[in-house]
C-alpha cells in the first residue's frame, strides 16, 4: 500500500484575491443565516414531520381556502415539479385534498382537510416562535429593516400590497 505524497514545506501561497473575504460576501452571510434559521425550524416544528416547503404549502393553501396548483406553485416560490411533488405527499398524508375546478375542467382546486387544517393551526403556533427566535438578536427596528430588505432583495411586495 503507498503512502500519501509528502508535501515539502514551501512558502505559503498569496491570498487569492487581498480585497475578497468570504466572511463579507452577501451570499454567504445569507447562507449562514439560512443555516441557523433552518435548525431553529427543525427543532421547533421537527416533530410534525413537515418540511418548510410542505409547511408553506399547508399555510397559503390554509390562507386562501381554495388555490389551484398552478397558482399554489407561484405563490410559494415552487417550481411545477417540486410543487407537485409536495402535493403529492401532503395528499398521502391526508392533509389535503382536491376537487375538479368547476371553472376550467383541466385545473383541480386544493384544500385542506380537517387534519391538514388542525396541522396547520399548530405548525403557524409553532412557526412564530421560530421567527422570534430567528431575530432574537435584533432590535425591533432591525427586524423591521431586515425583512423589508430582504423582501427588496427577493423582488418580495409588502404583505397586502400588489
Known amino acids: ?18 480585497d475578497y473575504r468570504l466572511e463579507a460576501q452577501i451570499g454567504h452571510v445569507l447562507r449562514r443565516a439560512h443555516q441557523r434559521h433552518a435548525a431553529l425550524f427543525e427543532k421547533g416544528l421537527g416533530d410534525l414531520d413537515l418540511t418548510p416547503t410542505q409547511f408553506a404549502a399547508l399555510v397559503k393553501i390554509g390562507d386562501r381556502g381554495e388555490v389551484s396548483q398552478n397558482l399554489l406553485g407561484r405563490m410559494t416560490a415552487m417550481d411545477p415539479a417540486t410543487i407537485q411533488g409536495v402535493i403529492q405527499r401532503l395528499m398521502a398524508r391526508g392533509l389535503i385534498e382536491r376537487r375538479p375546478d368547476p371553472a376550467d375542467r383541466r385545473a383541480t382546486l386544493l384544500r385542506l382537510t380537517a387534519g391538514g387544517a388542525a396541522l396547520a393551526r399548530e405548525a403557524v403556533a409553532r412557526a412564530k416562535a421560530v421567527t422570534q427566535a430567528t431575530l432574537e438578536p435584533l432590535a425591533e427596528t432591525e427586524r423591521e429593516t431586515l425583512t423589508a430588505l430582504l423582501r427588496k432583495l427577493a423582488d418580495m411586495p409588502e404583505p397586502g400590497k400588489p
Request: no cysteine; charged share 10%; aromatic share 0%.
Open 1 to 18: 500500500m503507498q503512502s500519501a505524497p509528502k508535501l515539502s514545506p514551501a512558502a505559503p501561497l498569496p491570498p487569492l484575491d487581498p
